[in-house]
């Protein structure tokens, strides 16, 4: 289908993740949103997880569209991994320069890995489903 074809372009998501970098650049420079929560509910790690989770399908999605397939081929899975987990160590590091944010977190760092570990590995069913509905 004609109008799915940007769905299947790696460009698009490319620029995607491009965009989910500057997005959580932008975000981390910035107080945390929200109302403060009750000590013991860990929101700023389920935020980390859900947000390295969508940076993780994206970037998953981008290599599935560049290889044309359904599947991804393992030699990508460390690659995918790898910029989820220098992109949460900067993100720490980038925090620790603002006085109101808690940088070099290693629970957030743990929660971005996980986060991008269920991101690639969610990707890769989602795509299998869309691949076999529009091709």
């Given at each position: 289908?004609?109008?799915?074809?940007?769905?299947?372009?790696?460009?698009?998501?490319?620029?995607?993740?491009?965009?989910?970098?500057?997005?959580?650049?932008?975000?981390s420079?910035?107080?945390?949103?929200?109302?403060?929560?009750?000590?013991?509910?860990?929101?700023?790690?389920?935020?980390?997880?859900?947000?390295?989770?969508?940076?993780?399908?994206?970037?998953?999605?981008?290599?599935?569209?560049?290889?044309?397939?359904?599947?991804?081929?393992?030699?990508?899975?460390?690659?995918?991994?790898?910029?989820?987990?220098?992109?949460?160590?900067?993100?720490?590091?980038?925090?620790s320069?603002?006085?109101?944010?808690?940088?070099?977190?290693?629970?957030?760092?743990?929660?971005?890995?996980?986060?991008?570990y269920?991101?690639?590995?969610?990707?890769?069913?989602?795509?299998?489903?869309?691949?076999?509905?529009?091709?």
């Amino acid at each position: 289908m004609k109008a799915f074809a940007l769905f299947k372009n790696a460009r698009f998501y490319l620029l995607a993740w491009l965009a989910w970098f500057i997005l959580l650049w932008f975000l981390s420079s910035g107080p945390l949103p929200g109302p403060k929560t009750p000590p013991g509910i860990p929101i700023d790690k389920i935020l980390h997880w859900g947000y390295y989770g969508i940076g993780g399908a994206i970037s998953t999605f981008w290599i599935l569209a560049r290889e044309k397939d359904a599947k991804l081929p393992a030699k990508y899975f460390e690659l995918l991994f790898l910029m989820g987990f220098f992109t949460g160590a900067i993100d720490e590091w980038h925090q620790s320069w603002y006085e109101f944010r808690s940088g070099n977190d290693f629970g957030d760092f743990l929660a971005d890995c996980a986060g991008t570990y269920c991101g690639i590995k969610s990707a890769q069913l989602v795509w299998k489903v869309l691949w076999n509905k529009f091709t």
